[in-house]
């Protein structure tokens, strides 16, 4: 039991004086920039479903 004790104590130091944690203004701008990448890759993978499934069939089979 005290090795369970030790562990959660060293990890309450660990995390308290050893981690640097980023600043409010920093956090808000990486989290920005992974917001917009997301939205860029969904709308790239958006379209790249909507040109294999439905608009690429529809050329193919009209121009048969």
């Known amino acids: 039991m005290n090795k369970v004790i030790d562990y959660f104590r060293d990890s309450y130091i ?3 004086q ?3 944690w980023t600043n409010w203004t920093e956090l808000q701008r990486l989290t920005f920039i992974v917001i917009m990448s ?16 439905g608009f690429l069939i529809k050329v193919i089979y009209n121009n048969l």
């Open 14 to 16: 660990e995390l308290t």
């Open 18 to 20: 050893h981690v640097t």
């Open 38 to 53: 997301l939205i860029i890759i969904s709308l790239v993978i958006l379209l790249m479903d909507y040109i294999s499934s």
